[in-house]
């Protein structure tokens, strides 16, 4: 059975740091493209980071180009996101989700993915 379960979030202040966690069970990687979204109270969710198994490739939304950091640990079948410089407005549920073949337009669409996690709370404030 396919499974992703992500962890690390918590209570940071602004500008502080978080390292997000997503570990994939029942199904390997290599072969899915990986997203991380995020959902704040009201909101649509929206897409922040994602990586490309087929070619290689990490993309990144606009707000987070620079501060944000996707890798993965292939041994561990687990991929992670970096978060630096953290704001208040980036509280939210961070979900990773995956999907076997996407269209490049669809990459930072949620609902384009199949498979996702429950979600980690992540809360910026002082």
């Known amino acids: 059975q396919l499974q992703l379960v992500e962890s690390g979030g918590g209570l940071v202040q602004p500008g502080g740091s978080l390292r997000l966690s997503c570990a994939a069970s029942?199904?390997?990687?290599?072969?899915?493209?990986i997203g991380w979204f995020r959902q704040a109270p009201g909101k649509e969710r929206e897409g922040v980071s994602c990586?490309?198994?087929?070619?290689?490739?990490?993309y990144y939304a606009d707000f987070v180009t620079g501060r944000f950091t996707m890798s993965r640990d292939n041994a561990k079948n687990t991929v992670y996101l970096q978060m630096n410089s953290l704001k208040p407005e980036e509280t939210a549920v961070y979900y990773c989700?995956?999907?076997?073949?996407?269209?490049?337009?669809?990459?930072?669409?949620?609902?384009?993915?199949?498979?996702w996690g429950q979600g980690t709370q992540v809360t910026v404030s002082s």
């Open positions: 989700e995956a999907v076997r073949g996407i269209a490049p337009m669809n990459l930072f669409r949620a609902p384009h993915y199949d498979y």
């Open positions: 029942g199904f390997t990687l290599d072969y899915y493209v």
């Open positions: 990586f490309k198994s087929s070619d290689g490739s990490t």
